[in-house]
């Protein structure tokens, strides 16, 4: 059967890797990845077969010492035929299970293709403990949602919006999930490879936030000439802090570095963002709240972060026209709330971590003449998308019905999804007109665009490698 699989597949044609145009190969990665969930939707499917089978034939009334449960009969069995562990073989029947008995249609959207396996853990994991008699429910909101043409989602906006449908149909079900995964919080240290070792763990999602912005802000506190990557310092920022240290020590071994006289923050209140509505706040009502950097989080979680917390509105910027480079905090705040990550298709870098950059670029000689400083024509994009934007030949552009695409250098053009907590908690971007003085993006070319961006843009981003966060 294998052979037969592999010869149907690498005898259909496929492009020559090596004389192929780029975007023939892009498409052909793109194909295969479907077929590859095709694929494993009815892997995971056999798997739960192979359970079920065990189950079927296991005794009515089992004997307590000699027989042998139904589950690990299955594992052990898929464990040996697939040469993987038995986690692995559990996992496999766990998936598979829960698709076949409790998600028939993402299932079916699975072995389409339309999602690959990495989305249905997501869906699979989110959905344990959503009641059943509001289940069939659930599931129709979040394939209409993670099917959407427009923009498929995936990673945390995945997530996001599975748990503001789990709130708007088994409210229940988003607190018992987040009670649940509270009282099993956990840290786990473990053997690594190379003189390494492996960190994991699972912390309440206020604390996690604050953990990463901590040790992001020290390793963002050495000077420009540490040799270290930013990842790095971050993971020494950690060890730093657990060995009571306020700062990270610079290692540019510089005499006259910046970095050693700089003042340390301590005892500092936790520097995350929350959007909740006043409501929930105020505890009138139980609509959801989102936390930055992770998404939807529940009315009484929202409540608890807010209670010692600095609070401002969230409102709507006018449309005031301004020659300024930097956009207001106002504006600013809303710019990121709408968004809520990076702009580019599936990177989830959040926006407060992101650079806000001009759609249609700001023209520094002369201000009146380019894009303007304003809410529509901000978005957040991290660092490395910013400049792929600026200076790799990406391009985003504003559709006649407001809707808004990027186009990569080779010519394929992907949706651009609004998947902040504006449009999460129910608010919507009100149909704002193009300011008059900007210019249409039709009378340039893409090129054109792009040649105008990367010169206008140049003097802010050459030279700046710092990876995001920011």
């Known amino acids: 059967m294998f052979e037969l699989l592999l010869q149907s597949l690498t005898g259909a044609g496929l492009p020559d890797p090596a004389t192929a145009p780029t975007l023939a190969l892009v498409d052909t990665a793109a194909a295969l990845h479907r077929f590859e969930a095709a694929v494993s939707a009815r892997k995971h499917a056999y798997a739960a077969a192979v359970f079920q089978r065990c189950l079927d034939e296991a005794p009515e009334d089992p004997d307590p010492v000699s027989s042998i449960d139904p589950w690990d009969a299955a594992e052990a069995e898929l464990s040996a035929a697939l040469t993987i562990t038995s986690a692995g073989a559990s996992a496999l029947i766990d998936i598979g299970h829960n698709l076949i008995t409790r998600l028939p249609n993402v299932w079916a959207a699975f072995a389409r293709g339309d999602l690959d396996l990495y989305r249905v853990k997501i869906i699979v994991n989110a959905t344990r403990n959503v009641a059943e008699e509001h289940l069939?429910?659930?599931?129709?909101?979040?394939?209409?949602?993670?099917?959407?043409?427009?923009?498929?989602?995936?990673?945390?906006?995945?997530?996001?919006?599975?748990?503001?449908?789990?709130?708007?149909?088994?409210?229940?079900?988003?607190?018992?999930?987040?009670?649940?995964?509270?009282?099993?919080?956990?840290?786990?240290?473990?053997?690594?490879?190379?003189?390494?070792?492996?960190?994991?763990?699972?912390?309440?999602?206020?604390?996690?936030?604050?953990?990463?912005?901590?040790?992001?802000?020290?390793?963002?506190?050495?000077?420009?000439?540490?040799?270290?990557?930013?990842?790095?310092?971050?993971?020494?920022?950690?060890?730093?802090?657990?060995?009571?240290?306020?700062?990270?020590?610079?290692?540019?071994?510089?005499?006259?570095?910046?970095?050693?006289?700089?003042?340390?923050?301590?005892?500092?209140?936790?520097?995350?963002?929350?959007?909740?509505?006043?409501?929930?706040?105020?505890?009138?009502?139980?609509?959801?709240?989102?936390?930055?950097?992770?998404?939807?989080?529940?009315?009484?979680?929202?409540?608890?972060?807010?209670?010692?917390?600095?609070?401002?509105?969230?409102?709507?910027?006018?449309?005031?026209?301004?020659?300024?480079?930097?956009?207001?905090?106002?504006?600013?705040?809303?710019?990121?709330?709408?968004?809520?990550?990076?702009?580019?298709?599936?990177?989830?870098?959040?926006?407060?971590?992101?650079?806000?950059?001009?759609?249609?670029?700001?023209?520094?000689?002369?201000?009146?003449?380019?894009?303007?400083?304003?809410?529509?024509?901000?978005?957040?994009?991290?660092?490395?998308?910013?400049?792929?934007?600026?200076?790799?030949?990406?391009?985003?552009?504003?559709?006649?019905?407001?809707?808004?695409?990027?186009?990569?250098?080779?010519?394929?053009?992907?949706?651009v999804a609004e998947t902040g907590p504006i449009p999460l908690l129910g608010g919507t971007e009100p149909d704002r007109p193009m300011p008059d003085t900007a210019p249409d993006p039709k009378q340039r070319t893409r090129i054109q665009q792009h040649e105008a961006r990367t010169r206008s843009e140049r003097a802010q981003n050459a030279g700046d490698y710092e990876p995001p966060p920011f």
């Open 136 to 415: 069939k429910e659930v599931e129709r909101r979040i394939l209409a949602a993670a099917l959407d043409g427009r923009a498929p989602l995936t990673s945390h906006r995945l997530r996001g919006v599975i748990d503001r449908v789990i709130a708007q149909v088994d409210a229940d079900g988003l607190r018992t999930r987040r009670e649940a995964a509270t009282t099993g919080r956990h840290v786990w240290i473990g053997p690594g490879q190379d003189g390494m070792a492996e960190l994991a763990g699972s912390l309440p999602a206020a604390d996690a936030m604050f953990l990463s912005g901590r040790i992001g802000e020290m390793a963002k506190a050495v000077c420009k000439q540490d040799p270290r990557s930013f990842a790095a310092r971050k993971a020494d920022a950690l060890i730093a802090l657990s060995k009571g240290d306020t700062h990270l020590a610079c290692q540019c071994e510089r005499k006259d570095c910046s970095a050693a006289t700089r003042a340390s923050k301590v005892g500092r209140k936790a520097l995350v963002h929350v959007i909740a509505p006043r409501a929930t706040v105020d505890g009138t009502s139980e609509q959801p709240g989102w936390l930055d950097g992770f998404g939807i989080i529940d009315a009484d979680q929202a409540r608890a972060i807010a209670k010692d917390a600095t609070v401002r509105p969230l409102v709507e910027p006018d449309e005031k026209v301004t020659d300024a480079y930097t956009p207001t905090e106002q504006v600013q705040d809303y710019v990121r709330a709408l968004w809520g990550s990076c702009m580019f298709p599936n990177c989830d870098v959040p926006a407060w971590d992101c650079d806000l950059d001009h759609r249609d670029p700001y023209n520094h000689d002369n201000p009146a003449t380019g894009g303007r400083t304003t809410a529509e024509n901000l978005g957040p994009f991290c660092r490395k998308h910013h400049r792929g934007k600026t200076f790799g030949g990406w391009d985003l552009t504003k559709g006649e019905d407001g809707s808004l695409s990027i186009t990569s250098p080779h010519g394929n053009t992907y949706p």
